[in-house]
């Protein structure tokens, strides 16, 4: 294979994973007022069902990051997804809340296997000065993903009348692309970088004193705890606060995402690696200052009602996305390439532990206690704003490159 094609076609295959992986997530959210209504539950109960997925997605994140620092990545990725896929496909069967509970925590399994690896391909694919640019095309599957997930799920389930159809359309693409992905080589593990060997133990010692992963990761673990908590309820909150129905809800939320986070999400990685070229804390206070700047408009989008409201929604999506090429390339060159899978497993550990493992149940048990959702999205609120200062601080600690160097190695 062309080795100009070669990366661009393992990038190419690897987002369209990720699309899959976050529709096969926020299909749920499109239609938990569905589940809600067969299952009689409250919306503590509702919000338990993300906790339980990222929950094991958190607790298998280490074993698979150690797994993929020895052994082949590619293998390990593909096994992922054919528990995902599975999974996600035989919802049809699911007939019961525990049942339902226990086929969403199996999938955080399978999608630990993928998340945590597959940035480190693509690192190991592509120069530092490309990889804002490049981990942006991938993280396009978090606003395409998370939009197809709500327009496939709020249309499927209206036009078949059963909400379990649309987890049936998600699982069946995911094992095309693994195939695909079987008969593509892997990239030489640090290529692109110079790496050393590291023990475990003096593995974890140093992540604890590396200033640059510590900010990346506590800013991106406020920042998953305000939109993993957001993202579970804004559906519901559209339909239940705004008079919107099922389907209605879920498609004029996921054209927002899928328009707005398409265009903020390449412009950020392109401004990303251009400012990066004059200044190493780039990344870091880029993404900071766009969290900052998302807050007032989150507030808005769900205070302001009429024709303000759409595009108070729109506005937050953008300032919200912008930053995600910069924030992930800041964590990817962080850590070494000898040590980034197990590096950016103890990150999905913990990003989840603090943020999105509880956020959604956290906030559905203020929505019961306080009877308003709206008042319940004030701790996404404060979590966002945590999150860009923690960034913005982070900037001190971003790894030196010889830029020099890097420019002429790329031409």
Not at 117 to 143: E, N, V
Not at 172 to 195: D, S, T, Y
Not at 352 to 357: S, V
């Amino acid at each position: 294979m062309p080795p100009k094609l070669y990366p661009r076609l393992l990038l190419a295959v690897l987002t369209g994973l990720n699309i899959l992986n976050y529709i096969d997530r926020n299909v749920l959210f499109a239609v938990q007022s569905e589940i809600k209504k067969e299952f009689l539950v409250s919306d503590a109960k509702i919000g338990l069902l993300t906790s339980a997925f990222f929950i094991t997605y958190m607790v298998a994140a280490p074993l698979v990051g150690w797994l993929g620092d020895r052994f082949p990545r590619r293998n390990i990725v593909v096994v992922g997804i054919c528990i995902w896929s599975g999974f996600t496909f035989f919802t049809w069967f699911v007939h019961d809340y525990n049942q339902l509970f226990l086929r969403h925590a199996i999938v955080g399994i399978g999608e630990a296997s993928y998340a945590t690896i597959a940035p480190t391909l693509i690192a190991d694919s592509f120069p530092p000065l490309k990889r804002g640019r490049m981990l942006a095309i991938f993280f396009l599957g978090l606003p395409v993903g998370s939009a197809a997930g709500y327009f496939v799920g709020g249309y499927l389930a209206q036009y078949f009348n059963n909400w379990r159809t649309p987890f049936m359309a998600a699982g069946i693409p995911g094992f095309l692309l693994a195939l695909l992905l079987w008969f593509l080589p892997e990239p030489p593990r640090g290529q692109h970088e110079e790496h050393s060997p590291v023990d475990a133990w003096t593995l974890l010692r140093g992540l604890v004193r590396n200033g640059a992963f510590i900010t990346a990761t506590l800013g991106m673990a406020m920042y998953t705890f305000a939109v993993g908590g957001m993202q579970v309820w804004i559906p519901t909150f559209l339909q239940r606060l705004r008079g919107l129905d099922v389907k209605t809800a879920n498609i004029d939320f996921s054209v927002i995402v899928i328009v707005n986070g398409i265009g903020a999400t390449l412009l950020g990685g392109w401004i990303g690696d251009r400012l990066l070229k004059r200044y190493f804390g780039a990344y870091y206070s880029f993404s900071g200052i766009a969290m900052l700047i998302a807050v007032p408009f989150m507030v808005a989008a769900i205070y302001v009602s009429g024709k303000l409201m759409f595009p108070a929604i729109f506005a937050a999506v953008f300032f919200i996305l912008i930053g995600t090429g910069p924030t992930n390339a800041a964590l990817v060159n962080s850590v070494s390439a000898s040590i980034r899978s197990t590096g950016l497993a103890v990150n999905v550990f913990v990003i989840h532990l603090l943020g999105d493992a509880f956020s959604p149940t956290l906030i559905g048990k203020l929505s019961d206690k306080t009877g308003s959702l709206q008042t319940a999205f004030w701790v996404a609120f404060a979590a966002a704003g945590i999150s860009g200062v923690i960034l913005l601080y982070g900037a001190r600690f971003a790894p030196r490159f010889k830029l020099n160097e890097i420019k002429a190695a790329e031409g």
